[in-house]
Structures are given as structure tokens and as C-alpha cells.
């Protein structure tokens, strides 16, 4: 088996992502060491223990622990006691990689102040799930801002914000608000939204538009309003154009100079960040690693 070989030590939190819809993404170390666990943490016992069960796992009902949003500083000195105690703990919350927008990170927070060892086990994710099917190309990478507020001024306050960001931006949100949140969108004009609805499950949806588009995008379907909804706002058409600008400066500077003073000159010029421009300036010159 793949994961044979590998240490996976007692007193250690593993810290695992579940699917967010196909069972079949959970990873092969995820269920090596759900086998391995001494004590299993999770939002809802219920359904992880339904979920385990489905690959085969079946621990008993003192390996249980229940940690979530309401309870997770208090659960959290279980969990660390058990970890003294030499115990594997894993959590898991409902779907997804916890301490994310799930709950999880308060308690890998005390799990290290504790002076305790915290081991990732990735996997799933709707931020890059949604990420790698954008064909978002904002340079400047992107940032994930969670929900939205869930009341209309805040909300409404917060888009006039994501319209001044010129970075991608990745947000969640729920079935029940997804068209006054729509609607809130259209303040963003004809920038590109690209929507992931039920992201990876039987009736995934994936659809690029502009961002004023989306109600009418979502009362096509009476379906499309059902599911949890990923999204991403797409970087400001301006910062890929500075980028593209940014790489004619670079090739005329490097017909004439070192890699690492055309990068220099080239991102001082354009405003472009500087390790974009030398990760480009090697492929154009694969042989000056040491200019």
C-alpha cells in the first residue's frame, strides 16, 4: 500500500480535508490513518461516523469526540490531554479542509501553544476545487474572503470593497441567500464571476460570466438556486493587461541586460510583481539561473 513506510506518530493532531461531494476524493493516507486513530474530532458525530462507514471504517463510541464552532476552545484541552497521552486524534470537519471556513483552526491554534504536533492531511477544498477551473490569470494571486455578511447593507458595502480589490477573490455562499446576493453583484458590472455550484457532486455546475449576469443566470434554471455555491470574482481586466505590458518591458531590458537587472528594472517600470517577472525572464533565458 502507498502509505506503508510512512510515520504517522501518536501524540500528534492530523488535521484531515473530507470530500465535498464525491466520496471517492478522499485521499489514500486520509483512510490509513482514520484506521490508525485513536480518537476521531469532528463537527457532527453522526455524519462523520456515516461517512467513515462508507469507506469500511467503523471505530467505536468512545473515539468520539464532538468539536465545533460553539464548543472548540473547551473541546480543544480534550483533545490536547489525549495527545499527552500519546493518542493519534484526527479531526475532520463535515466536508472540506478544516480551519478554512469550518471550524479547526482555534483548536490547531491550542494543539501548538500546547506545544504539540499538528500534521495536515490535505485533500478537498471548494476554494481551489473552484480555483483550478476558473482560468482566472490575476498575477497577483488571489484572496478568500469567506462568506459574505449575511445582512443586505453589509453585504452591499462589502461588494463596493471587492470592486476596488484588483486581485481574484474567492467567496462562499449558502442556497438560501445566493440571489439577493446576485443581485448585489451586479454593482460589479461586466467583470468575469466564474460560479461552481454543487462542486463535485452529481449535478456540479461550473459557469464563467460577467458578474451583472448572474441573476438572470440563476433564474434560468429553478436548480440553480439549490446547493452550496463557490465563486470567484476575477481579477480586474487592467491587471492582466499590466502584466502583459510588463513582459514587453522585460524582453526589450533583457536583450541588453542580466536576468536579475532586467527583472529589477522591468517590475520597478510596470508595477508587476518581481518573482512573476524572473519566473518569466527564465524561460525566456533558461540558462542565466546565475546572472
Known sequence: MACEGQAHPGGCLYVLATPIGNLSDISLRGLHVLQLADTL???????????????????PGGSWLAVHQ??????????????????????LSDAGTPGISDPGARLVALVQQAGLRVMPLPGASSITTLMSASGCTGDDGFVFIGFL??????????VQTMATDARAQVFLEAPHRIEAVAK????????????????????EEIATMPAHAFSEWLSASSQRSKGEFALVLHALAQQVDRMAEAERVLDMLLQELPVKTA????????????NALYALALE????????
Do not use: W
Not at 41 to 59: F, I, M, P
Open 284 to 291: 525566456k533565458k533558461p540558462s542565466s539561473h546565475s546572472d
Open 263 to 274: 527583472v529589477k528594472l522591468a517590475a520597478d517600470i510596470s508595477g508587476a510583481p518581481r
Open 149 to 158: 455578511p449575511s445582512k443586505a447593507m453589509e453585504r452591499q458595502h462589502r
Open 184 to 203: 448585489d453583484l451586479q454593482a460589479l458590472g461586466d467583470r468575469s464571476l466564474t460560479v461552481g455550484r454543487e462542486l463535485t457532486k452529481q449535478f
Open 41 to 59: 474530532a469532528c463537527e457532527d458525530t453522526r455524519h462523520s461516523q456515516s461517512l467513515l462507514r462508507q469507506y469500511g471504517v467503523d471505530k
Open 70 to 91: 460553539h464548543n472548540e476552545a473547551e473541546a480543544a484541552g480534550q483533545v490536547i490531554l489525549r495527545l499527552q497521552q500519546g493518542q493519534r486524534v484526527v479531526y
